[in-house]
């Protein structure tokens, strides 16, 4: 009887991961043509009008659709960032974009955690091989390596927010490196959503490759290299210590 109920509650628990498995599936078939640059372009109007008459209602239904987007990992979030800048600007747009994603990232995090992260943490941490040495590395070194996979720019954004849960991230250090580490990314996307406004009169669709141009990259590149130095550090005092009880 303990081991039906055991099996039943593991199903329960691995619901939420199945159901944003199945959305985004779905939502690959299903809502492309409506979530993307095109959808904006052709309803810019209506979304201002509806921005300018009612400015508080918007940004509350932008958050929560951001949300929604990541949480069932839709397609749609690069032009929902986009989207945020036209509203409302770089500032708050960068706001409203960076708290939607995050929302939407502890949603995935809290049902992979709940589905599969605690068991599969566990057993690692009772395991001897390659696996459980490569969690204990990110175990001792977990903010630098958070924020790494935020900042580099082709780690994709459902991986960053699926891995942590499965090596068992506290919530509270995944919430704040989410928040902080996409938002040098989110910026560059915010102010190119908030120029789209001559994009459209022109005809044109946005430069998304902007964040791989020199002058946006290399920033970016700075930021991993500050990320990865505690890493780096941390090395080389091991190794110090080591050398000094070598020599005595």
């Known amino acids: ?74 397609p749609g979030a690069t032009v929902a960032t986009l989207t945020g800048g036209f509203l409302f600007g770089v500032f708050p747009g960068v706001l409203f974009n960076v708290s939607g994603a995050t929302l939407g990232a502890i949603a995935i995090f809290l049902a992979a955690k709940a589905g599969f992260g605690a068991r599969l ?69 915010t102010s190119v959503g908030a120029g789209l406004g001559s994009v459209f009169e022109k005809g044109e669709t946005p430069d998304l490759g902007i964040i791989f141009e020199p002058q946006i990259l290399l920033p970016l590149l700075g930021l991993c290299a500050l990320a990865v130095l505690p890493m780096v550090l941390k090395v080389w005092r091991g190794r110090a210590v080591a050398d000094e009880q070598g020599s005595l």
């Open 1 to 74: 009887m303990g081991g039906t109920d055991t099996v039943t509650n593991g199903w329960l628990a691995r619901l939420p991961i199945i159901g944003i498995a199945v959305a985004a599936v779905a939502g690959a078939v299903f809502l492309r043509d409506y979530l993307s640059f095109e959808s904006l372009a052709a309803h810019r109007e209506a979304l201002l009008a509806y921005r300018d008459a009612h400015f508080v209602a918007a940004a509350v239904l932008f958050v929560m659709a951001y949300t929604g987007i990541v949480a069932l990992s839709l």
């Open 121 to 189: 943490a566990a057993r690692i941490d009772a395991g001897d091989g390659t696996v459980a040495r490569i969690k204990r590395g990110i175990d001792e070194n977990q903010w630098s390596v958070l924020f790494l996979i935020r900042l580099v720019p082709a780690v994709p954004f459902f991986a960053a927010n699926l891995l942590p849960a499965l090596v068992g991230v506290p919530l509270g250090r995944f919430v704040v490196t989410t928040f902080f580490g996409i938002m040098p990314g989110a910026l560059v996307y």
